[in-house]
């Protein structure tokens, strides 16, 4: 890994009249661990950072504060799981259920994950009264005939597991309104609530807007105002954004945004696919999936802790890469939980098993069984580059958005596994 980046965060201010910064001198990289070990919570350097206050994240306008650059745990919460070892494991042994299929909410039998703890039932409870409220009352997202599927959904249940550290339920509203537009766009645009491929670009750009504004002349500004309130999707996109824009620093808001944009193309490509009756290549498949992913949701997880994972450490190649694999990991999670609901949705439906066994020439069930394999791979991946990430950068706010990230992986498989409202797996065992 090139250190140069490395290396001048590491030094911190350098300038004339900067030597009083320093209350202690700084480890130098040289001197960092070379080997790809994880770092132990217990010995990660108590660091007491000054805490500043940014406008907050209740009703638009108001004032409740967010803390940015705390780097431990929300008081009263369990702080974020310690980092996976750096080596590469063969994944816990997993016995293949009795009678063949797995039983209702068990994972995927040889599907390497590290198992959670319930989620407080107390924040679950209290999450999911505020998101149904938001999303039926403020906005008015659903009719009531999709109110069912909305709960289902168990958007508290799978916030709450996701992010561990975050220090209020109005923290975890950041995320869980998110989550709740995204899906909205994804299934009114896309999928089978009216979505369809054809006009997707038109549509998608129009949303996009309303989460990096259109800047256009006074003539024309109220016409695009006015579209944001024109469907569903962008009413959700236009209220979410506004609450986590006055939560977020501009940095997170527009890193935010950039992750979007590529979850957007990642649509636009499996759209395509989807007009010509294209089957694409593996390795096609998980670039499409590189962007169409969860990718927006691991990278708010320091806005949802409310603290700032910096921009110039956020854009290091190694955690671009390691954000990239926690993205693709868990984006095939998916892939293998909604594989029987998605082979009996209309058409044909890609995802990871489906592409092998298409482009590969192999029964369903290999299929299934190479895609467990490819998962396998990546998280093993993951693991690696960020144990290697925080042993060469040991800043703590760093190693804070590394385990939190790590515990998105973990809360996301949870949600998967557990949600036998949307969910069952194939007969391969």
Aim: glycine residues 8%; contains cysteine.
């Amino acid at each position: 890994m090139n250190t140069s980046a490395i290396e001048r965060i590491l030094r911190g201010p350098s300038g004339i009249g900067t030597a009083g910064l320093q209350p202690a001198p700084q480890l130098a990289a040289a001197q960092a661990p070379a080997a790809a070990a994880a770092v132990p919570a217990e010995v990660l350097p108590e660091t007491k950072v000054p805490e500043v206050r940014t406008p907050g994240f209740g009703a638009p306008g108001s004032k409740a504060p967010l803390l940015v650059g705390s780097a431990g745990p929300a008081p009263g919460l369990p702080g974020p799981p310690r980092l996976a070892p750096a080596v590469a494991v063969d994944p816990p042994a997993v016995d293949a259920p009795t009678g063949g299929k797995p039983k209702a909410g068990d994972p995927v039998p040889g599907l390497y994950h590290h198992p959670i703890a319930e989620p407080d039932p107390v924040r679950v409870e209290a999450l999911s009264l505020k998101i149904k409220a938001w999303a039926i009352d403020e906005i008015e997202l659903y009719p009531p005939e999709w109110e069912k599927d909305f709960d289902g959904f168990s958007t508290g249940r799978y916030m709450v597991a996701c992010h561990p550290d975050a220090p209020s339920v109005d923290h975890l509203m950041l995320a869980a309104r998110l989550m709740v537009a995204e899906n909205a766009v994804d299934d009114c645009y896309c999928e089978d609530l009216g979505g369809s491929p054809v006009g997707l670009g038109s549509r998608l750009l129009l949303a996009h807007t309303a989460l990096d504004p259109l800047h256009t002349t006074a003539e024309y500004h109220p016409a695009w105002e006015s579209s944001l309130s024109e469907d569903p999707p962008r009413r959700a996109y236009r209220s979410a954004m506004d609450y986590f824009v006055r939560a977020a620093t501009p940095s997170q808001a527009d890193r935010f945004r950039h992750d979007m944009a590529r979850l957007h193309m990642g649509y636009l490509a499996e759209a395509a696919w989807d007009e010509t009756g294209h089957v694409p290549e593996v390795w096609e498949y998980l670039a499409m999936r590189q962007f169409n992913n969860f990718r927006p949701c691991p990278t708010i997880t320091d806005t949802v802790g409310g603290y700032e994972l910096p921009a110039d450490l956020h854009a290091l190649p190694a955690m671009q890469r390691v954000i990239a694999l926690a993205g693709n990991a868990t984006t095939i999670v998916n892939d293998l939980y909604s594989y029987t609901k998605e082979l009996s949705s209309p058409g044909v439906h890609l995802n990871l098993p489906v592409v092998i066994s298409e482009r590969e020439g192999v029964s369903h069930k290999e299929g299934y069984l190479k895609a467990v394999e490819v998962h396998n791979e990546l998280m093993h991946a993951f693991e690696a580059e960020a144990a290697a990430l925080a042993a060469a950068c040991p800043v703590p706010t760093l190693v804070r958005f590394l385990r939190g990230v790590a515990a998105w992986v973990d809360g996301n498989h949870y949600w998967h596994q557990t949600n036998t409202y949307r969910y069952t797996l194939p007969d391969f065992w």
